[in-house]
């Protein structure tokens, strides 16, 4: 489905089948509809991707086109692209949807300026290798999908999702045979608990992942919970990075003293342009950074690693998950997500 409007913006939906389904605390996910929206300026066309979800202002892409149509279609031609984000920000534009034409903006004016888009920020290549996910499953599948997740790749990362419903004897369960399966491989282990654990469970379970040898666990309590967190950090035996709970650069301050680092995401924080101010901030503040990302095609993770040289920590890999990736971008080069010297996003639709 192709929809354009004044010729400036135009829609395209591709449907994302995910070669293993993905369960986090939250629910489970084997694929989505995608929206893909190009933004052409001067004769020339950049793409943005929007992964659809709920917490992040539109579940479908039916609700991402009519989020990016409240705007005045005419001022996206003389605004700049701080500016348009602004607006959106203003008229509380889905950050999904925003994310979609603000990375379409930055490919158009990569490619005008014949530069890719992480010169055209200043940025170095990436040097950092990105992490691969495993959802939340019973030891037999794990016993089953590490092997095939790491046997014969790249990959140097496993990011380990826990918050089972089931309870952290499920999780205990789940990530020993993790830690089993992982034995013939040199891999990093992370987890993310995406909110999973009351304070208790998330105590207990962050002195039992300390003892083998996690490198540091993300949200570990739920979005809404955070005036836990000066408990949680005291003492904390491994480093806290939030996601869920720290969306805007606005809110890195609110929690700074009481975490480690943030996670940002494009589809989250609205794209480039406030990913760039997340990572200032954070710096500023002390804070390491992570850029993550949602059930997203090689277009927008190609976006995501424009930027990620400026970052300490990586998890791009949802395109990885992919059967098939519809686009074809960024390359994954001795486990680490890197950009073309292409202009732009250095993305491409190859979906017919």
């Known amino acids: 489905m192709a929809i354009s409007i004044a010729g400036m913006l135009d829609f395209k939906v591709i449907y994302l089948k995910k070669r293993f389904p993905l369960r986090i605390s939250r629910g489970i996910m084997s694929g989505s509809h995608n929206l893909f929206v190009s933004f052409t300026r001067n004769g020339i066309t950049g793409w943005g991707e929007m992964a659809p979800g709920d917490s992040e202002g539109a ?18 031609q003389r605004l700049s692209i701080s500016e348009v984000y602004e607006l959106g920000r203003q008229h509380e534009i889905a950050s999904c949807a925003m994310a979609a034409l603000d990375m379409a903006m930055w490919d158009q004016l990569g490619k005008e300026a014949k530069l890719p888009l992480y010169k055209l920020l200043g940025l170095p290549l990436p040097k950092v290798p990105t992490s691969v ?50 034995k013939p491989f040199d891999v990093k282990l992370r987890v993310d608990a995406n909110g999973g654990w009351s304070v208790e469970d ?32 005291k003492d904390r035996p491994l480093p806290i990075f939030l996601d869920e709970s720290c969306r805007y650069s606005t809110d890195i301050p609110k929690y700074a003293q009481y975490i ?19 990572i200032a901030t954070a710096r500023a503040l002390g804070l390491k950074t992570m850029i993550g990302c949602m059930g997203e095609s090689s277009l927008s993770i190609s976006a995501g690693a424009a930027i990620s040289g400026a970052i300490d920590y990586i998890d791009l890999d949802s395109h990885l998950n992919l059967d098939p990736d519809p686009c074809k971008g960024a390359e994954f080069i001795n486990g680490i997500v890197t950009p073309t010297e292409n202009s732009g996003i250095g993305a491409m639709i190859t979906h017919k």
Do not use: H
């Not at 379970?205 to 979005?223: C, G, N, S």
């Open 59 to 76: 579940g479908t892409v039916e609700e991402g086109m009519a989020a990016l149509q409240k705007y005045a279609i005419d001022d996206l």
């Open 133 to 182: 996910t495993i959802g939340i499953n019973p030891p037999g599948v794990i016993q089953e999908r590490v092997p095939l997740l790491l046997k014969g790749t790249q990959v140097k990362g496993l990011k380990i999702k826990l918050g089972s419903p089931d309870g952290i004897g499920a999780d205990q369960a789940m990530f020993s045979q993790v830690l089993e399966s992982t």
């Open 202 to 233: 998330a105590r207990y379970m962050m002195k039992w992942l300390a003892d083998r040898a996690v490198e540091y666990v993300e949200q570990p309590l739920a979005e809404g919970q955070e005036s836990e967190l000066p408990y949680l950090f």
């Open 260 to 278: 480690d680092g943030v996670n940002m995401k494009l589809m989250k924080c609205g794209g480039i342009t406030e990913a760039l101010r997340i």
